[in-house]
C-alpha cells in the first residue's frame, strides 16, 4: 500500500498515533519534561504530583480518578506559578465560582501561585472523580491551567485551587 495523499504517514501502512501515554498515580510523583502528554490518573486521596521546569509547549493532563477528600496537590518547579480560570460547580446545587488568576499577577509573585489543589467537599477548592486540569507550559515560568472541577459543598465560594504552596 502507498503513502496516503500529502505525506503525513511516513511509514506506509503503518500508522502514526503520536506521543501519548498515561500514569496511575497512587504515590507521590515527579514528571519529566521527557513524559509531555502524558495523561496522569491520581487515584489516592492525598498525594503530591509535581511538575517538570516549565518550557513552552510541555502539556500534562491530569484526571481524578478518586474524590480527593483528604487533598491532593500538583506543584509547580521552584519559582514557577500556575495561571488561568478554574471553574467550581456544586454536585448538589445549582452553583459555581470562578477563580481567574491572570498570567501577569502570577508571575509577579510565583511562590503564591506554586500548587494547584483539590479537596472534593471545600467550598474553596473541588475535586470530585471525573474532574480533570490540563497544564500548559507556556514559557518557562508559568503553567496555564485549563480545567473542569466540581464539589459537593452547595456553594462554593472564594476558590483558591490556585494557591501558595
Do not use: H
Request: charged content about 15%.
Amino acid at each position: 500500500m502507498s503513502n496516503p495523499l500529502y505525506g503525513q504517514n511516513k511509514a506506509d501502512t503503518a500508522i502514526d498515533r503520536g506521543k501519548s501515554s498515561a500514569i496511575i498515580l497512587d504515590a507521590a510523583t515527579e514528571l519529566t519534561a521527557s513524559q509531555s502528554g502524558t495523561t496522569v490518573l491520581m487515584n489516592v486521596a492525598a498525594v503530591e504530583l509535581t511538575l517538570p521546569s516549565a518550557a513552552a509547549g510541555l502539556q500534562f493532563r491530569v484526571i481524578l480518578g478518586i474524590d480527593a477528600t483528604a487533598g491532593m496537590t500538583v506543584v509547580a518547579a521552584s519559582g514557577e506559578c500556575f495561571f488561568g480560570q478554574v471553574r467550581v460547580t456544586s454536585t448538589t446545587a445549582d452553583q459555581m465560582e470562578v477563580q481567574d488568576l491572570d498570567y501577569a499577577t502570577a508571575v509577579a509573585t510565583p511562590g503564591s501561585y506554586d500548587n494547584f489543589d483539590f479537596v472534593s467537599n471545600s467550598a474553596t477548592l473541588g475535586g470530585t472523580s471525573g474532574d480533570y486540569v490540563v497544564f500548559t507550559a507556556v514559557d518557562d515560568k508559568a503553567w496555564c491551567a485549563s480545567c473542569l472541577l466540581t464539589s459537593v459543598n452547595s456553594n462554593p465560594g472564594t476558590i483558591a485551587s490556585i494557591n501558595a504552596g
